[in-house]
């Protein structure tokens, strides 16, 4: 894959009436962390009315607040983007950037329990304990497992499914398994927060054409080397194909697009298309 890529992204949100919109707030722009680097970005709102102020949120992602007059039957929002995927070993400690990760880590809802009592059967094996031992090869295990154990669906509808309930099922959306890690990582002792972002991928997994996701995965803070980021999907670490775009302490407050909006029903069409550039680009000023 080429280091730099082309992304885009658009959603249409089709009412069956005229409707209102209260102010809808946009996760869409990458978190400009650790090596990750955003060349060029746009981000187009329609109706074209429409006023769009951005902003940094509690978590400190970098969010767009779109804000209508009047009354409107579709709600369009594009995103444009090339981004810097080149590889990088997720696993090097960060230690100029420690004190302020740990800072990060010491928010008290990072380790709000998701569950509270037991869960449905002895999943967590082998026990909490250890954790403490060895943090990583416990965090890596419990990943591998959830990705094994359970078997992947794709969820139109919204929400997230309770950790109870992923594990009864023994399925679950990328969102679903990221929550469940979550939980447990949680009731083990550690900081750890949920994820939506991008994944790029080749589309034969042997340097085909490329495709984008939305995506959600799990971030857990491990000592001496930062947050780390644990895809339940795959049972992989994070690493470059990985485009963070929200953290939060729920899964509520790092989706893509959140607002009110009148009693309606309504759709919505979604396209996403990545392409991989020939020649580098220079960095650009964010749009």
């Given at each position: 894959?080429?280091a730099?890529?082309a992304?885009?992204?658009?959603t249409?949100?089709h009412?069956?009436?005229?409707?209102?919109l209260g102010p809808?707030t946009?996760?869409?722009?990458?978190?400009?962390?650790?090596?990750r680097?955003v060349l060029?970005?746009e981000?187009?709102?329609?109706?074209?009315?429409?006023t769009?102020l951005?902003?940094?949120?509690?978590?400190?992602?970098?969010v767009?607040e779109a804000v209508f007059a009047?009354?409107?039957?579709?709600?369009?929002?594009?995103?444009?983007m090339t981004v810097?995927?080149?590889p990088y070993?997720?696993l090097?400690?960060?230690s100029?950037?420690?004190?302020i990760?740990?800072?990060?880590a010491e928010?008290?809802?990072?380790?709000m329990?998701?569950?509270n009592g037991?869960f449905?059967?002895?999943?967590?094996?082998?026990?909490?304990?250890?954790a403490t031992a060895?943090?990583?090869?416990?965090?890596?295990?419990?990943?591998q497992?959830i990705a094994s154990?359970?078997?992947?669906r794709t969820?139109?509808e919204?929400g997230?499914?309770s950790?109870?309930e992923?594990?009864?099922?023994?399925?679950?959306?990328c969102?679903?398994s990221a929550?469940?890690f979550?939980?447990l990582?949680r009731?083990a002792?550690f900081?750890a927060?949920f994820v939506s972002?991008?994944?790029v991928?080749n589309?034969?997994g042997?340097g085909?054409?490329?495709t984008c996701?939305?995506?959600?995965w799990?971030?857990?803070?491990?000592?001496?080397?930062?947050?780390l980021?644990?895809?339940?999907?795959s049972g992989?670490?994070?690493a470059?194909?990985?485009i963070?775009?929200a953290?939060?302490?729920?899964p509520e407050?790092?989706?893509?697009?959140?607002?009110l909006l009148?009693?309606c029903q309504a759709?919505f069409?979604?396209?996403?298309?990545?392409?991989?550039?020939?020649?580098p680009l220079?960095?650009?000023?964010?749009?």
């Amino acid at each position: 894959m080429s280091a730099h890529v082309a992304l885009r992204h658009r959603t249409s949100y089709h009412y069956d009436r005229p409707v209102s919109l209260g102010p809808q707030t946009i996760r869409l722009h990458p978190r400009e962390i650790g090596d990750r680097v955003v060349l060029t970005y746009e981000l187009d709102v329609g109706p074209a009315d429409g006023t769009v102020l951005w902003k940094t949120d509690g978590y400190d992602n970098t969010v767009a607040e779109a804000v209508f007059a009047g009354v409107m039957s579709r709600f369009d929002i594009e995103v444009r983007m090339t981004v810097d995927l080149s590889p990088y070993d997720p696993l090097e400690c960060r230690s100029g950037q420690m004190a302020i990760l740990r800072r990060e880590a010491e928010r008290a809802s990072y380790r709000m329990p998701v569950v509270n009592g037991p869960f449905p059967d002895d999943f967590l094996t082998p026990p909490e304990s250890g954790a403490t031992a060895i943090p990583l090869d416990w965090l890596r295990g419990l990943n591998q497992r959830i990705a094994s154990s359970l078997t992947y669906r794709t969820r139109f509808e919204p929400g997230v499914w309770s950790p109870v309930e992923t594990l009864t099922r023994r399925s679950g959306s990328c969102r679903d398994s990221a929550w469940l890690f979550i939980a447990l990582a949680r009731r083990a002792g550690f900081a750890a927060r949920f994820v939506s972002g991008y994944l790029v991928q080749n589309e034969d997994g042997n340097g085909g054409a490329l495709t984008c996701d939305l995506h959600a995965w799990a971030e857990v803070f491990v000592p001496e080397r930062g947050w780390l980021g644990f895809d339940t999907t795959s049972g992989q670490i994070v690493a470059q194909n990985h485009i963070a775009l929200a953290v939060s302490a729920v899964p509520e407050e790092a989706a893509p697009v959140s607002g009110l909006l009148d009693r309606c029903q309504a759709r919505f069409d979604v396209t996403m298309e990545a392409r991989a550039l020939p020649q580098p680009l220079q960095v650009s000023a964010r749009a």
